[in-house]
């Protein structure tokens, strides 16, 4: 089916002034659509980043449009969020692991507190409940206390400035 592509290029790239035949522009869009890196085919042909996606939106159609959304089931989604509201996972394992930004992944979660008004945002976590969770937060806030009564004696002893003063730098 695909023809080299010594055939098509006749070892050369175009000129800016001639156009890449048909054929050789359906294969390319072929090879990307089977999961070549679009980098790689563009260093293959020598193609710029907008020809080659004009030529995608042009003829890639719904197979292109599906890989470009990524899409990710809805079933999913939620029970992402679900895990996220829980603290089982945190944002950055759920957008290394469905690769997408995390505007996205703030999108689902204002998405999820619209349909369901008793979940809060995701920074809204409950405070936790069982004894041992207590515990270490009992311990985790005495450290932070501890910690900064330290930088306050070390402050005045030494008379340097530890904290970061709130503004602008001058």
Same mark, same amino acid.
């Given at each position: @089916?695909? &023809?080299?592509?010594?055939?098509? @290029?006749?070892?050369?790239?175009?000129? %800016?002034? !001639?156009?890449?035949?048909?054929?050789?522009?359906?294969?390319?869009?072929?090879?990307?659509?089977?999961?070549?890196?679009?980098?790689? &085919?563009?260093?293959?042909?020598?193609? #710029?980043?907008? %020809?080659?996606?004009?030529?995608?939106?042009?003829? $890639? $159609?719904?197979?292109?449009?599906?890989?470009?959304? #990524? +899409?990710?089931?809805?079933?999913?989604?939620?029970?992402?969020?679900?895990?996220?509201?829980?603290?089982? @996972?945190?944002?950055?394992?759920?957008?290394?692991?469905?690769?997408?930004?995390?505007?996205?992944?703030?999108?689902?979660?204002?998405?999820? +507190?619209?349909?369901?008004?008793? &979940? #809060?945002?995701?920074?809204?976590?409950? @405070?936790?409940? +069982? #004894?041992? !969770?207590?515990?270490?937060?009992?311990?985790?806030?005495?450290?932070?206390?501890?910690?900064? %009564?330290?930088?306050?004696?070390? !402050?005045?002893?030494?008379?340097?400035?530890?904290?970061?003063?709130?503004?602008?730098?001058?």
């Amino acid at each position: @089916m695909f &023809v080299e592509i010594d055939e098509l @290029m006749s070892s050369r790239r175009p000129k %800016s002034q !001639e156009n890449y035949s048909p054929k050789l522009i359906l294969q390319i869009i072929e090879e990307v659509l089977n999961g070549t890196p679009q980098i790689l &085919v563009l260093k293959k042909y020598h193609l #710029n980043y907008g %020809s080659l996606n004009n030529w995608l939106k042009k003829y $890639g $159609g719904e197979r292109y449009q599906q890989i470009r959304r #990524n +899409s990710i089931p809805e079933d999913k989604r939620r029970k992402l969020v679900k895990a996220l509201i829980e603290g089982r @996972m945190t944002k950055q394992e759920v957008v290394a692991h469905c690769k997408v930004s995390p505007k996205t992944v703030d999108a689902w979660l204002k998405k999820a +507190s619209k349909e369901e008004p008793e &979940v #809060n945002s995701f920074e809204q976590n409950a @405070m936790p409940t +069982s #004894n041992s !969770e207590q515990t270490e937060l009992a311990a985790a806030l005495l450290k932070i206390r501890a910690l900064e %009564s330290l930088i306050d004696v070390a !402050e005045e002893k030494f008379k340097i400035a530890i904290r970061k003063k709130p503004g602008a730098k001058q």
